[in-house]
T-cell receptor, first 113, second 116 residues
Framework: DVKVTQSSRYLVKRTGEKVFLECVQD?????MFWYRQDPGLGLRLIYF???????EKGDIPEGYSVSREKKERFSLILESASTNQTSMYLC????????????FGSGTRLTVV | AQKITQTQPGMFVQEKEAVTLDCTYD???????LFWYKQPSSGEMIFLIY??????QNATEGRYSLNFQKARKSANLVISASQLGDSAMYFC?????????????FGSGTKLNVKP
């Protein structure tokens, strides 16, 4: 079975800290994505990557950066965490081709205090 | 403009009855995909059903069917014979293929509560 693993399920960080959220997939997918999910807003795309070292901004990239040094790993970085970044973060990957949906990780619920 | 609109923030349905969750979308592409995902309280996102824009028949997966009306740009999810385990958030999503990228747009979700 295909798998996307997010390293932490729950995380509490202090304002101003640098935060790393890790995502690993075992399906050799080129495309990987980071979303945040907030009540009433659905899922919003932060960044995506279509290959190693390649990245593209999504709809809400401000305050975030990403790293993709290996195909299987896509990291989301909060350079200086703020309370408005308290959210659920979801990582997803997808193979090329039109008929496929995302495989999601189980999510990281981040609280910034 | 919103790419995906789900107008029902919350819905109730009696166990064993059918329920329809609404979804409308906005795209100028001819080729796109429509998806529904379920998110239980545990937080994981579970893929339910897929409809391609060129598919002539409505997609079905067990108790789930997608009522695809292309001219109206709607892709409603129908759950037949609701079960208590169907209580969850449901998200409609659309995929646009840009070069090699698969970019998805999600609606704000509908919270379904199934009553015993």
């Amino acid at each position: 079975d295909v798998k996307v693993t997010q390293s932490s399920r729950y995380l509490v960080k202090r304002t101003g800290e640098k935060v790393f959220l890790e995502c690993v997939q075992d399906m050799d997918h080129e495309n990987m994505f980071w979303y945040r999910q907030d009540p009433g807003l659905g899922l919003r795309l932060i960044y995506f990557s279509y290959d190693v070292k390649m990245k593209e901004k999504g709809d809400i990239p401000e305050g975030y950066s990403v790293s993709r040094e290996k195909k299987e790993r896509f990291s989301l970085i909060l350079e200086s965490a703020s309370t408005n970044q308290t959210s659920m973060y979801l990582c997803a990957s997808i193979p090329p081709g039109r008929g496929y949906g995302y495989t999601f990780g189980s999510g990281t619920r981040l609280t910034v205090v | 403009a919103q790419k995906i609109t789900q107008t029902q923030p919350g819905m109730f349905v009696q166990e064993k009855e059918a329920v329809t969750l609404d979804c409308t979308y906005d795209t100028s592409d001819q080729s796109y995909g429509l998806f529904w995902y379920k998110q239980p309280s545990s937080g994981e996102m579970i893929f339910l059903i897929y409809q391609g824009s060129y598919d002539e028949q409505n997609a079905t997966e067990g108790r789930y069917s997608l009522n695809f009306q292309k001219a109206r740009k709607s892709a409603n999810l129908v759950i037949s014979a609701s079960q208590l385990g169907d209580s969850a958030m449901y998200f409609c999503a659309m995929r646009e293929v840009l070069y090699n990228f698969n970019k998805f747009y999600f609606g704000s979700g509908t919270k379904l509560n199934v009553k015993p």
